[in-house]
């Protein structure tokens, strides 16, 4: 990609963190029109994901999972305030402050992502998905960091995204923390050109519980820009641009 590394070495934009492992890290000109916090929140979302609070550290994500009225007032002030943190509905633990994954849980609607029948698309749902932080004092915010929902985060990084810099589907272990994928969705994505929606579910013979546990894709020219598992109890875990299927 860029030609004028090694030229000085005092850092410039170039020292905000390790390039290796995120593919879309040196891409400037997706980030350019963003402000610090944005592009930051954006290069964390795509290095480290996003993991259920259970077992959600402080460097990745947490993920929040709104309904409708609080969703739409999010979107529509830029943040979120008051007690709605501490209800049941939302989350099993409380809040650990940082960067999340925030989304209207029921956004697929006509097309669960988590159903007895796979959905066919997850858009809808990561089109109502956000980036937000979330901090405790001075009172509870969950504050809305990009504008653009998560769809249109991915688009957009997909068109300058760096493949080579992007591991390879088969090199990636099965079982293996965090994206911990299943073998059976590992070998049915790979070499997948084009496909979006619920890829493998709990593989126990005679099981097929969606409820179990499900693993959904989204990959465009054989480009994983999204991979999420999910269960009963909601998304366990989303990761952008984890890898390459092709
Ligand atoms: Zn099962």
């Not at 979006?196 to 959904?216: H, N, V, Y």
Request: hydrophobic residues 35%; contains cysteine; proline residues 6%.
């Amino acid at each position: 990609m860029a030609d004028d590394e090694g030229r000085s070495n005092k850092g410039q934009d170039g020292d905000l963190g390790k390039p290796d492992g995120c593919p879309s890290y040196r891409n400037r000109a997706m980030t350019k029109r963003r402000h610090g916090e944005a592009q930051e929140a954006i290069r964390r979302a795509f290095h480290f994901g996003f993991i259920r609070l259970r077992r959600h550290d402080v460097e990745r994500g947490g993920i929040i999972g709104l309904e409708k009225p609080e969703y739409d007032a999010l979107i529509q002030k830029g943040d979120l305030t008051g007690d709605i943190f501490k209800k049941d509905r939302y989350n099993d633990e409380p809040l650990i402050e940082g960067l999340h994954f925030t989304c209207w849980a029921d956004a697929q609607e006509e097309d669960d992502l988590i159903d007895w029948e796979p959905p066919t698309t997850i858009k809808p749902f990561l089109r109502h998905a956000h980036l937000c932080s979330y901090r405790e004092s001075p009172f509870p915010e969950l504050k809305l960091i990009v504008k653009e929902s998560i769809y249109d985060i991915l688009l957009e990084a997909l068109e300058n995204i760096d493949r080579r810099a992007m591991p390879f589907l088969s090199d990636i272990e099965t079982q293996k923390p965090p994206l911990d994928l299943s073998r059976s969705f590992k070998d049915r994505l790979l070499g997948i050109n084009s496909v979006c929606g619920r890829i493998a579910t709990c593989d126990w013979p005679g099981c097929g519980d969606p409820f179990c546990s499900s693993e959904l894709a989204w990959v465009e020219n054989g480009i994983c820009l999204v991979y999420l598992s999910a269960s009963g109890a909601g998304i366990g875990s989303v990761f952008l641009f984890p890898f390459t299927t092709l």
